[in-house]
């Protein structure tokens, strides 16, 4: 077991070597250019030289590459071109916030899916199905920045039962920190809600055809047993497969959503590093939640070892 | 067949599937019946209709089957028309499934005591944990599981195949059914396997005097088991009766073919063996006449008779003794 993490750890190595790859060539194929976007498009040639070569942009890219890499390994991840500041404290500042978005987030959307997703999938064909499917379907071409203005107008603005947005973190004040995170974690677990329910639905339809389920029914085991211990023990495991899948259209909505409410998550950070072409920063920030990514399917992929016995975590 | 009443009465029993035009009815007309303490055996090719026919038994139909016509009675119940709830009591208390392929049936996530443990509480939920251990125990004991005790505690995937369907036995034994339906138990297996599982199947029969209905596509495993015999061809059954009679005096032509399609017990093989050419029909739609007509040796011998073409020569509720031939086989013997 301890082996078998240890492994899929050792694999995500090369995985996260290759992105660093993508992330710095992709900062550098996007159009534009840092110094223009610090200095502005009429500024002083000299000036322009002298910052291009304090920022070793003049260097060949394989030379930037490795040394970036080479700071990269001992958890330098560079100054960031913006704010001057090293990019592994903003981050660290940062992450906390992120994280505690995305938890809440993925708890709102899998109390709502779940259940939604066994529902239909135990009664597939039903009425309930039809308008629980027809749903996801209205949920996946909502976008989540429309939801969560009309959510801010409704909950917070008109009925005034939540503040609007803004964060305060957990240690200072839990109260209102867990109030500020409702109406986020409400944007992202709707916004994510609709792949939820149907990954659980089409696990629990896929099952229902196993020999396993009508052999338990042949057994005369009442429906409710059916469902609970050959159903739902059987569909798990490759569930939370699946929903961990599902964490990269978190991240990435997330970065919606923390614009939306002043999150001061990471995600905050991508339009702007973006925008002022900042490479360390997004270099960093590719980096960060690639490793999030990998960490969560790791974790799911022990998850789903530990609840499938025919898995052999070695 | 002992005393008055069979166990299990099957009446002109028909299965259908789908609507309006896409109709179709892959059991149609099956009759059959089966004593106290009687091995029957179904046979017939795949898609005959045999493995619905026992479906339909249990109320177990897949999803847009449904039983339109005859009668099921078991135990003097009338089966077809029985409230669901009636049907799920009965299900593994009175009449159990051994399925085809164990490996694929057993839950994969639960141990095998847990499953057996599952049923008894289902079955006798006034018996203690302790008593449904000692149950679960007995149970694989009689099914001759080597180490049943370790068999509690394995995955069904960390028992070789013969394990497998020995424990779906024991799962089936424990409640002391009335009936077994054994839905090809052996298909699964290699052959010394399945001698030893057909023997197993006997065996249990003769020490708790379980009826046994067994499905099969090899009617040489007929032979060594059963007492009576069901032959089904296209949805309906063209021949049934004693094993001796049918097995080696077949008069219909098609049991006739099925058994020149295997090596015979004893003496010489023949240098080939014979196959049934064609396919069997659709079930969306039957022939007229005598379904068997247009692989059927015999009809083009005598010269295409119009009774095959043009009307069914079996009884109507399925359960005559004989064959449905309007030109049976006589005295062939094999």
Known sequence: ?????????????????????????????????????????????????RLRDQLGLD?????????????????????????????????????????????????????????????????????????????????????????????????????????????VPFGVDPAQNLRL?????????????????????????????????????????????????????????????????????????????????????????????????????????????????????????????????????? | MTGDQPLLSVRDLAVEFGRGTRVSRPVDGVGFEVGEREIVGIVGESGCGKSLTLLALLGLLPSGGRVVNGSITFGGRDLRGADPSVLRSLRGRQVALIPSDAGAALNPVARVGKQLRLSLRTHHPDLTAQQRRGRALDALRRARLARPEQALAAYPHELSGGMQQRSAIALGLQNEPRLLLADEPTTALDVSIQAEILRLLVQLRDELGTAIVFVTHDISTVREICDRVVVMYAGQVVEQGGVEDVLTSPR???????????????????????????????????????????????????????????????????????????????????
């Open chain 1, 1 to 49: 077991m301890v082996q078998y993490v240890a492994r899929r750890l050792l694999l995500a190595v090369p995985l996260l070597f290759g992105l660093s790859i993508l992330a710095f060539a992709y900062v550098r194929v996007i159009p534009g250019d840092p110094v223009t976007a610090m200095l502005g498009v009429n500024s002083d040639p000299e000036l322009v030289a």
């Open chain 1, 59 to 167: 260097e060949p890219w394989y030379q930037q590459y490795l040394s970036w890499l080479g700071n990269v390994v001992t958890g330098d991840f560079g100054i960031s071109y913006r704010s001057r500041m090293p990019v592994s404290q903003i981050l660290i500042d940062r992450i906390p916030a992120t994280l505690e978005l995305a938890l809440g987030g993925l708890v709102v959307g899998l109390l709502i899916a779940i259940p939604a997703g066994l529902y239909a999938g135990f009664r597939r064909g039903s009425r309930a199905d039809n308008v629980i499917t027809g749903a996801t379907l209205v949920g996946l071409a909502t976008p989540g920045f429309w939801l969560g203005t009309l959510l801010m107008l409704l909950l917070a603005l008109q009925l005034g039962w939540l503040p609007s947005q803004g964060y």
């Open chain 1, 181 to 314: 995170l409702v109406l986020p974690s409400l944007t992202l677990g709707l916004a994510i809600a609709p792949y939820l329910a149907r990954l659980t639905r089409t696990a629990v339809v896929e099952t229902g055809g196993e020999p396993s389920v009508s052999y338990a029914r042949a057994q005369g085991l009442p429906e409710g047993t059916v469902a609970r211990t050959v159903v739902l023990r059987i569909s798990m495991p490759s569930l939370i497969v699946a929903i961990a899948l599902t964490v990269g259209f978190l991240l990435a909505g997330s970065i919606i959503v923390e614009e939306l409410f002043n999150w001061p998550g990471m995600g905050r950070l991508v339009a702007a590093g973006v925008s002022e072409r900042d490479y360390p920063m997004i270099q960093a920030l590719m980096l960060v939640y690639g490793a999030i990514f990998i960490v969560v399917n790791v974790v799911a992929e022990v998850l789903q070892g530990l609840l499938d016995p025919r898995v052999r975590l070695t």
């Open chain 2, 252 to 334: 219909h032509p098609y049991t006739a073919a099925l058994l020149g399609s295997i090596p015979p017990l004893g003496g010489v093989p023949p240098e080939q063996l014979e196959t049934v050419p064609g396919m069997p029909p659709d079930p969306a739609a039957w022939p007229g006449g005598c379904r068997f007509q247009a692989r059927c040796r015999r009809f083009t011998e005598l010269g295409e008779p119009d009774e095959c073409t043009s009307t069914w020569p079996g009884s109507a509720d399925g359960l005559a003794l004989g064959a449905a031939c309007h030109f049976p086989l006589e005295g062939v013997r094999r």
